[in-house]
């Protein structure tokens, strides 16, 4: 029995991009019955309907958005075997995972020194938490993304990247932070659950038996820094961040812990999930460190 084709991949995925077989076959160049049957004999051989008829639109079913991910993935690595053979390089896209954090600080000088060496691969960022993250790359929305500890790296690859010194900021108002019991009855600012770096801050905390006030969830490191420059509460943020968002003179900054500030980011991918791209980024921050 033959796999699955790549044309009906690509018909399929026309479809769910223009929610309906018109839009399909105009965007295609194909008759309207055309790409009808190739979508029956796809739910057909499958034994399952991939779409499901809303109004005048076409939506994905729970199985069409299965085969959508594996359908982009055998695309986006078709073209870009096709397109790195022609050119004997990188070429096509590279979608990478990232936290705020590593996107703000670190990414910069090594995605651009990145695009000097290999111009004709187009790189597509996507932020998030780790713990999204990880769920991305195993779902594989992502080719590969930049996680922090602590993560659960079971039935992944990981590769170190960068290392980072986090650092307690506070308001310049109050008396320095030495230890963990200053910040008993204080409120707390971080990112959402599922950042590591709250994580490490609420471990660290729940060790000295200190129950933060309250917990201030935000989206934005400018944001965390502001709140805490007005007095709102303390938070938890790399050093190179501080640096990246000049916030250095607007909080006090206080050093953790050794076993608590120092933290690595990784590169993590599924295992096999390889590319040109995704090999020459891993040589390129191999190069950095």
């Known amino acids: 029995m033959r796999n699955i084709d790549l044309d009906s991949l690509e018909i399929f995925r026309s479809v769910v991009e223009t929610g309906s077989i018109t839009g399909a ?3 295609l160049g194909r008759v309207q019955s055309n790409v009808t049957t190739r979508i029956q004999n796809l739910e057909d051989r499958l034994g399952v309907k991939l779409f499901q008829r809303q109004r005048n639109r076409l939506m994905l079913s729970a199985d069409g958005q299965i ?15 096709e397109a790195t053979l022609k050119a004997r390089g990188p070429r096509g896209k590279l979608r990478i995972g990232t936290l705020e ?26 932020t998030g938490d780790s713990t999204a993250l990880l769920q991305r790359v195993r779902r594989f929305d992502v080719d590969a993304a930049f996680v922090s500890e602590p993560f659960d790296a079971e039935g992944l690859e990981t590769q ?26 204080r409120t707390i600012i971080a990112f959402a659950t599922g950042c ?5 801050l609420e471990d660290w905390l729940a060790m000295s038996k200190i129950v933060p006030e309250r917990v201030l969830e935000l989206a934005s ?34 050093p953790l ?11 993590i991918w599924c295992p096999g999930h390889h590319s040109s791209a995704l090999d020459a980024l891993r040589a390129e921050i191999s190069s950095c460190r």
């Open 257 to 267: 812990p050794p076993q608590v500030a120092d933290v690595r980011t990784h590169l």
């Open 196 to 200: 590591s770096y709250r994580r490490i």
């Open 25 to 27: 076959a105009g965007q």
């Open 101 to 126: 954090s590593t996107a703000a600080a670190r990414l910069p000088p090594l995605l651009s020194a990145f695009h000097a060496r290999y111009p004709d691969v187009q790189i597509e960022l996507v």
């Open 221 to 254: 490191y400018h944001a965390i820094v502001a709140c805490v420059a007005a007095g709102a509460g303390i938070a938890i943020m790399p050093h190179s961040v501080l640096r990246a968002v000049h916030a250095e003179g607007q909080v006090q900054a206080s």
């Open 160 to 185: 170190p990247s960068f290392t980072e010194e986090l650092a307690l900021i506070a308001p310049l108002s109050i008396p320095p932070i030495s230890d963990a019991s200053d910040m008993r009855g």
């Open 67 to 81: 085969l959508l991910t594996y359908a982009e993935r055998l695309l986006r690595l078709s073209a870009e075997a």
